[in-house]
C-alpha cells in the first residue's frame, strides 16, 4: 500500500516522536540533546502549520514519516527562503517515501512563493546527501565544526533547491493555511 500524504495533526505527535526520538539520541544527524516529549512535537506542529507544511506519510494508521518547512532566517531580506527536513521510520527506509513526501512539500512552497529551500545535514551522511542532490539540491559550503555532540565537533553541510526560478522581486510569501482558503 502506498502511504497517504497529508497534513499532520498534533494526535500524529506520538508516532512523530518515536520516529524522531532515536535520532536525536543515538545520532549526530539532530543538534537537538534530549529527545522532545510527545506533547513538545504536539506544540510544533500546531506552530508550524501556522506559517509552514508540517507533512506525514501515512499507511493505514502508521506514520512512516514526515517533512517540514520552517524559517531559514529572521531579518525580512530572508523571508523568501526556507529551511526543509524529513525524517523516516527506520522500517520504511528507501522506500521513495521521502523523496514522495519532500516533492510534496516542495510543490507546496513553491505556491506559498518561497524561492529556495535550503537544507543542512551532518557530516558525514551520504544517504541524506544523496536523497537531497537526486531531487536537486546543490552544495552550497559546510560550516565546520560548528556543534558539538556525541564527545567531538560535527560539521553541518548545507544544500539549496531552487523553488521558483524568478529572480526578480518575488511576491510575499502566503501562509500555509491561506493557500487551503483559495
Request: proline letters at 7%.
Amino acid at each position: 500500500m502506498t502511504p497517504v500524504i497529508r497534513d499532520a495533526t498534533p494526535e500524529d505527535a506520538a508516532q512523530i516522536a518515536a520516529i524522531y526520538a532515536p535520532v536525536v539520541r543515538d545520532t549526530v544527524i539532530s543538534f537537538e540533546i534530549s529527545p522532545p516529549s510527545d506533547t513538545e512535537i504536539a506544540q510544533r506542529i500546531i506552530d508550524t502549520l501556522k506559517t509552514f507544511p508540517w507533512l506525514v506519510a501515512a499507511d493505514g494508521g502508521v506514520i512512516t514519516g514526515y517533512a517540514y518547512a520552517s524559517q531559514h532566517r529572521t531579518r525580512a531580506a530572508y523571508r523568501w527562503s526556507v529551511d526543509v527536513t524529513v525524517y523516516m521510520h527506520p522500517d520504511y527506509h528507501r522506500r521513495g517515501i521521502a523523496s514522495a513526501l519532500y516533492r510534496h512539500l516542495f510543490t507546496i512552497l513553491a505556491e506559498q512563493n518561497y524561492h529556495a529551500a535550503f537544507s543542512g545535514i551532518t557530516l558525514p551522511n551520504a544517504g541524506s546527501v544523496g536523497l537531497h542532490e537526486t531531487l536537486g539540491f546543490e552544495p552550497v559550503g559546510i560550516y565546520r565544526e560548528v556543534g558539538f555532540k556525541m564527545g567531538s565537533w560535527q560539521d553541518v553541510g548545507w544544500w539549496r533547491k531552487p523553488l521558483r526560478t524568478s529572480r526578480a522581486g518575488n511576491d510575499e510569501p502566503v501562509p500555509y493555511p491561506a493557500l487551503k482558503t483559495v
